[in-house]
């Protein structure tokens, strides 16, 4: 009971735009630092380097989630562009994701389609792979199209797909056609029952299913979770159906789990961590927290230790 009220709490600060600018505005860091790599595309690179020193793959999220004009808009485009430099410059292993909603797909559907395009143009060319991160239900559409349209052009794009939407085996199904490298997650927006999964074993339960749809249908699959279960559910089914080692990877958050992740690594998975940057990093916080509400007693611990 406490915890959904405290994990309702903590999305509906995520949301909040007084409190993002009041965030942005005052530095407030509070422990953000366990979860986020730094503000500038050098303290990304840093952390990148550290993180491939240590066996992992890396995907950058330059954090950045309400946009408010075409302006802002064009400048998140271009900070992708720049980590997609960065990374080919230091010859970093790292992919980059990012979120529609900050190429302007608020604003229009064909500003984040172009701003799409410039990104994937560099992309390419420096062979960087991107995800587009799937938002909540309301752009989930809107989101796959954009997706479709994308991947019939590019190769090096990829996005994902949520299991507590009971949509998600539909798109599992309908996306194969286009043999996409997905990200699968059990989903981090606060969603309405009439599209998603109120119980969390009935979340669960089809995460599996989508995760062995997608192994079966042959294609790249990124199982991003913490969840021990879901980590041993899927090298059942790799070993169950001889899936090569190269079809397959684990994606954790960064500043969670660490030791698992090492572990994966040692036991020789592809392990890839997830790695925000950026001054907007009070949404992406602030769902860290309510996705977990032991994680506030650690930052407590960090703001009171310091
Ligand atoms: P869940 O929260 O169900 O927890 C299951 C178990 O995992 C726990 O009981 C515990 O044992 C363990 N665990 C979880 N968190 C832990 C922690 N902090 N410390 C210790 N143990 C922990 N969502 C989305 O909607 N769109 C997206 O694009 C993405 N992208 C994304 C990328 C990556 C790389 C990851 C890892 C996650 C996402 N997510 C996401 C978030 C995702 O949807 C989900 O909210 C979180 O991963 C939490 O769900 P889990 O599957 O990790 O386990």
Same mark, same amino acid.
């Given at each position: 009971m406490m915890e959904q009220i405290l994990r309702n709490f903590f999305l509906f600060l995520s949301k909040n735009k007084f409190f993002t600018k009041l965030a942005r505005r &005052?530095?407030?860091?509070?422990?953000?630092g366990r979860f986020v790599a730094g503000e500038t595309i050098p303290n990304a690179v840093n952390t990148i380097q550290k993180l491939n020193g240590q066996g992992m793959s890396v995907t950058i999220d330059h954090l950045g989630e309400f946009i408010d004009t075409e302006k802002e808009a064009r400048e998140a485009a271009d900070e992708c562009i720049e980590a997609v430099k960065a990374i080919a410059e230091h010859k970093l292993d790292s992919q980059l994701s990012l979120k529609l909603t900050s190429m302007g797909l608020d604003i229009s559907y064909e500003l984040a389609l172009e701003n799409m395009k410039r990104i994937l143009q560099v992309a390419e060319e420096k062979d960087v792979f991107i995800t587009i991160d799937m938002e909540d239900f309301e752009r989930c559409q809107k989101t796959i199209k954009l997706f479709k349209e994308l991947r019939t052009e590019y190769n090096n794009i990829g996005t994902v797909i949520q299991s507590?939407? &009971?949509r998600a085996v539909e798109d599992i199904e309908d996306l194969n056609q286009y043999n996409p490298n997905l990200r699968l997650v059990k989903g981090a927006y606060k969603e309405s029952p009439k599209v998603a999964f109120p119980d969390k074993k009935d979340v669960d339960e089809n995460y599996k299913k989508i995760i062995k749809m997608h192994l079966l249908n042959g294609n790249y699959t990124a199982v991003a979770t913490h969840d021990d279960a879901m980590i041993e559910y899927t090298l059942k089914v790799v070993q169950e159906h001889n899936i090569?080692?190269?079809q397959f990877e684990f994606q954790m958050l960064y500043g969670i789990r660490v030791e698992r992740q090492e572990e994966l690594v040692k036991e020789g998975y592809k392990m890839r961590v997830y790695v925000p940057y950026g001054t907007d990093w009070y949404g992406y916080f602030m769902r860290r927290l309510a996705e977990r509400p032991a994680n506030v007693a650690f930052v407590l611990k960090g703001v009171v230790g310091k």
């Amino acid at each position: 009971m406490m915890e959904q009220i405290l994990r309702n709490f903590f999305l509906f600060l995520s949301k909040n735009k007084f409190f993002t600018k009041l965030a942005r505005r &005052y530095g407030l860091r509070f422990g953000a630092g366990r979860f986020v790599a730094g503000e500038t595309i050098p303290n990304a690179v840093n952390t990148i380097q550290k993180l491939n020193g240590q066996g992992m793959s890396v995907t950058i999220d330059h954090l950045g989630e309400f946009i408010d004009t075409e302006k802002e808009a064009r400048e998140a485009a271009d900070e992708c562009i720049e980590a997609v430099k960065a990374i080919a410059e230091h010859k970093l292993d790292s992919q980059l994701s990012l979120k529609l909603t900050s190429m302007g797909l608020d604003i229009s559907y064909e500003l984040a389609l172009e701003n799409m395009k410039r990104i994937l143009q560099v992309a390419e060319e420096k062979d960087v792979f991107i995800t587009i991160d799937m938002e909540d239900f309301e752009r989930c559409q809107k989101t796959i199209k954009l997706f479709k349209e994308l991947r019939t052009e590019y190769n090096n794009i990829g996005t994902v797909i949520q299991s507590y939407l &009971y949509r998600a085996v539909e798109d599992i199904e309908d996306l194969n056609q286009y043999n996409p490298n997905l990200r699968l997650v059990k989903g981090a927006y606060k969603e309405s029952p009439k599209v998603a999964f109120p119980d969390k074993k009935d979340v669960d339960e089809n995460y599996k299913k989508i995760i062995k749809m997608h192994l079966l249908n042959g294609n790249y699959t990124a199982v991003a979770t913490h969840d021990d279960a879901m980590i041993e559910y899927t090298l059942k089914v790799v070993q169950e159906h001889n899936i090569p080692l190269d079809q397959f990877e684990f994606q954790m958050l960064y500043g969670i789990r660490v030791e698992r992740q090492e572990e994966l690594v040692k036991e020789g998975y592809k392990m890839r961590v997830y790695v925000p940057y950026g001054t907007d990093w009070y949404g992406y916080f602030m769902r860290r927290l309510a996705e977990r509400p032991a994680n506030v007693a650690f930052v407590l611990k960090g703001v009171v230790g310091k």
